[in-house]
């Protein structure tokens, strides 16, 4: 077994909260206890140790709890052997022998705490499981008062997770945890699934967690030799061009507000093929919660192309008495209480952050892609080229009283382009914007907008419809009810319908239309005006200032960017202009 220490160690198991107790204190009470059987018969799953990843997640874990800002892994997969070490705050002899003992722990020890966890781990059954799977050794050196160094141990653990040996050894405050010869004695554990997608879900998880934990610097290894490494950083934000190579930091926008991070990847810069960058965290831990899940990815409808999905990362922080973790082995699958709450505030972040961003925030020349909310005509169905004069201010938008997110400066249209793109300056740069699509997002936001149901006073029957007839008009929003043999009452209606003679006709058209949302951007596109059609400068500026008032307006309902901006600032590098006024060689 290989015992060489790394420069910089540690790990702490399931004692996140050791560094309360004096050194004194804890040689005579350890901080890990075993759990009373009461408790313990009130865990619903316990510990799956079933691949590499499930060692290294259980053991990083540990590490996290225990306050490490600098985590190493160290793989050998040929020998089946992982190490873990950290700079945590460590452990202590008294704890170190009870470790690895079934349902030992420093994270919770009454009924109550079940519901009140707040630490990573807290069944105290990894290690024990670990212990029987393979060759458990834990070294480790605790802080003393003030931060005073203490003597290290090492623990050797048989397989009922008892220290089979203790010796005393000079160590740096952390611990490391050695796993060797794991499934020594069960083989076909080995067998599947294959050693190239074990070691794939190790980094997988390392990425998840670094996004959670982004001031963590993490090192790995592999066969002795370097594998990746992530540097910390203030937020996610950091860490996402780390992990996807061909992501750039000004790809990004992040918002936090009390409680929730959200960072995305702009839809008019990056998105993916596969929906495998929509991750969601809570307190710290990445989970699998399929309603947040769907409203992230609505969130992005109809602004990425079709068949492509979100690049996005959305870390909650609840409190734990709204979570129970005591539902599946991996804590990975919660139930969360208040998720419509949640849900709701997730769409109002994402909505925030599709918002036009400013000029001034942008590094380099990038497209920003925008929308525009355009005029129409008067009338039920109809929509107009024509754009209305628009000379109102643009309103202030916040995501909550909290966090004001004001839009930026007004655009100045200054000529039209080809008869296709409309130039505009503010004070921090210029943009390129495309005429057709940008007013092809208004009419589609315009349209959504008319699209709102309301309730009738008095209920419309309609009869003889099929199952589909009602399950469509259900799913487009209408609220509808039996009312009778082969009669059906409708209690709310499209406002775009409410009030027309012909409403019954319209709503059994409805019923056996296509899907709405692609009506609704088929009829924008159709009457946007065209490329190629000259814009006089008042159009131009209303154009603008409705594209600017937009939800979405990064891009157009089929995903396509909308502007390119280029800051001042890359002109000035673009034509070497590196002087000051005041200079005379500049003046």
């Not at 209305?388 to 004001?406: G, I, N, T």
């Not at 009602?470 to 406002?495: C, H, Q, T, Y």
């Amino acid at each position: 077994m290989d015992n060489t220490p790394l420069p910089h160690h540690p790990m702490a198991l399931e004692t996140p909260d050791i560094q309360v107790f004096s050194t004194e204190s804890r040689a005579e009470s350890p901080s890990i206890q075993p759990l009373a059987p009461e408790v313990v018969s009130l865990m619903a799953a316990g510990e799956v140790i079933d691949s590499l990843a499930a060692v290294v997640r259980e053991l990083v874990e540990n590490a996290l709890d225990a306050g490490a800002t600098r985590i190493t892994l160290s793989i050998w997969p040929e020998r089946w052997k992982v190490r873990v070490a950290d700079n945590g705050v460590g452990m202590d002899d008294a704890d170190l022998r009870q470790a690895a003992i079934a349902h030992a722990t420093s994270k919770i020890s009454t009924r109550p705490d079940l519901l009140n966890v707040r630490s990573l781990g807290f069944r105290g059954e990894a290690l024990h499981s670990i212990a029987q799977l393979a060759q458990l050794e834990i070294r480790s050196c605790a802080n003393g008062d003030n931060g005073s160094r203490t003597t290290g141990y090492q623990v050797r653990y048989g397989a009922s997770g008892e220290p089979a040996a203790v010796s005393e050894m000079a160590s740096a405050p952390g611990t490391i945890v050695t796993v060797s010869d794991l499934f020594c004695n069960w083989p076909a554990r080995r067998q599947v699934p294959a050693m190239p997608a074990q070691l794939k879900a190790v980094a997988l998880l390392i990425q998840q967690l670094a996004l959670c934990h982004p001031q963590v610097t993490w090192q790995a290894e592999k066969n002795g030799a370097a594998w990746f490494a992530l540097w910390p950083g203030p937020t996610a934000k950091t860490i996402m061009p780390q992990v996807l190579r061909s992501l750039y930091d000004t790809d990004i926008d992040e918002i936090e507000v009390e409680g929730l991070y959200l960072a995305i990847g702009l839809p008019d810069r990056c998105h993916r093929r596969k929906p495998d960058w929509l991750r969601v965290a809570i307190n710290g831990r990445p989970v699998v919660v399929e309603e947040i899940a769907q409203t992230l990815t609505a969130g992005f409808r109809r602004t990425i192309p079709r068949d492509r999905y979100p690049i996005c990362f959305l870390h909650l922080t609840l409190p734990p008495a709204q979570l129970d973790w005591n539902r599946h082995p991996a804590k990975s699958e919660i139930y969360v209480q208040g998720l419509e709450t949640l849900c709701e505030k997730v769409t109002v972040a994402v909505e925030q952050l599709l918002k036009i961003d400013g000029l001034s925030a942008t590094a380099q020349t990038h497209r920003a892609t925008e929308l525009i909310k355009a005029a129409e005509a008067e009338g039920e169905y109809s929509v107009s080229r024509q754009i209305k004069a628009d000379d109102s201010p643009l309103p202030q938008h916040s995501l909550s009283d909290a966090l004001p997110a004001e839009l930026p400066g007004a655009l100045t249209a200054i000529a039209q382009v080809s008869d296709m793109y409309i130039l505009a300056e503010n004070e921090s740069g210029i943009c390129l914007i495309e005429q057709h699509i940008a007013h092809e997002r208004v009419l589609f936001e315009q349209l959504q907008a008319r699209w709102q149901m309301v309730e009738v006073e008095t209920p419309i029957v309609l009869k003889d419809l099929s199952e589909q007839q009602v399950e469509r008009l259900k799913e487009v929003g209408v609220a509808i009810a039996p009312f009778g043999d082969n009669l059906w009452a409708i209690r709310s209606l499209p406002e775009s319908l409410h009030g027309r003679s012909d409403c019954e006709n319209a709503l059994l058209e409805l019923s056996l239309g296509a899907n709405l949302e692609a009506a609704l951007v088929a009829t924008a596109c159709r009457t946007a005006i065209r490329n190629g059609t000259k814009l006089e400068h008042s159009e131009m500026q209303s154009l603008l200032n409705q594209w600017q008032r937009t939800k979405k307006p990064r891009t157009c309902p089929h995903g396509r960017p909308i502007c390119l901006t280029l800051k001042e600032s890359s002109l000035a590098k673009y034509f070497r202009r590196s002087w000051v006024i005041g200079k005379s060689h500049g003046v």
